[in-house]
């Protein structure tokens, strides 16, 4: 069976190689944007269906190979770089719904007082973008 990168990224992660897993990862690969799960949806429904779907996003967030990315709409998912170790913000335009990664801007979890554990960080900054602002 050829090792595709989908594969190779959820052996790496120690997750066990399924269809539904692959073509995810593949969307993601693919797309080189994040996805909303409305989109996600629409796309996987020949091959799976949408509980499956959700429980396989979580267990690919819950490993590190996407990322969730909240907002009023419900959020999206992007698919994490695997050599990129640093948090870093992002940006949601309001208008067109795009999300941009601003590796450039970091973001510490030595913040907080040594006796937290931080488990989790967010930081998506909204507005508009420059493309939506031009017009």
């Given at each position: 069976?050829?090792?595709?990168t989908?594969?190779?990224?959820?052996?790496k992660?120690g997750?066990?190689?399924?269809?539904?897993?692959?073509?995810?990862?593949?969307?993601?690969?693919i797309?080189?944007?994040?996805?909303?799960?409305?989109f996600?949806?629409?796309k996987?429904?020949?091959?799976?269906?949408?509980?499956?779907?959700?429980?396989?996003?979580?267990t690919?967030?819950?490993?590190?190979?996407?990322?969730?990315?909240?907002?009023?709409?419900?959020?999206?998912?992007?698919?994490?770089?695997?050599?990129?170790?640093k948090?870093?913000?992002h940006?949601?335009?309001?208008h067109?719904?795009?999300?941009?990664?601003?590796?450039?801007?970091?973001?510490?979890p030595?913040?907080?007082?040594?006796?937290?554990?931080?488990?989790?960080i967010?930081?998506?900054?909204?507005?508009?973008?420059?493309?939506?602002?031009?017009?």
């Amino acid at each position: 069976m050829k090792s595709t990168t989908a594969a190779k990224i959820l052996v790496k992660k120690g997750l066990s190689v399924t269809e539904i897993r692959e073509k995810l990862i593949q969307l993601f690969l693919i797309s080189k944007k994040p996805l909303s799960k409305t989109f996600i949806d629409e796309k996987a429904k020949e091959w799976a269906d949408r509980v499956s779907v959700y429980r396989n996003l979580l267990t690919l967030c819950e490993k590190g190979i996407l990322r969730k990315i909240s907002s009023e709409e419900g959020g999206v998912y992007l698919l994490v770089n695997q050599k990129e170790k640093k948090q870093h913000m992002h940006f949601k335009c309001r208008h067109c719904h795009q999300v941009y990664c601003f590796t450039n801007i970091e973001i510490s979890p030595n913040l907080l007082p040594v006796d937290f554990k931080v488990e989790n960080i967010e930081f998506t900054a909204t507005g508009l973008c420059n493309k939506c602002l031009k017009n």
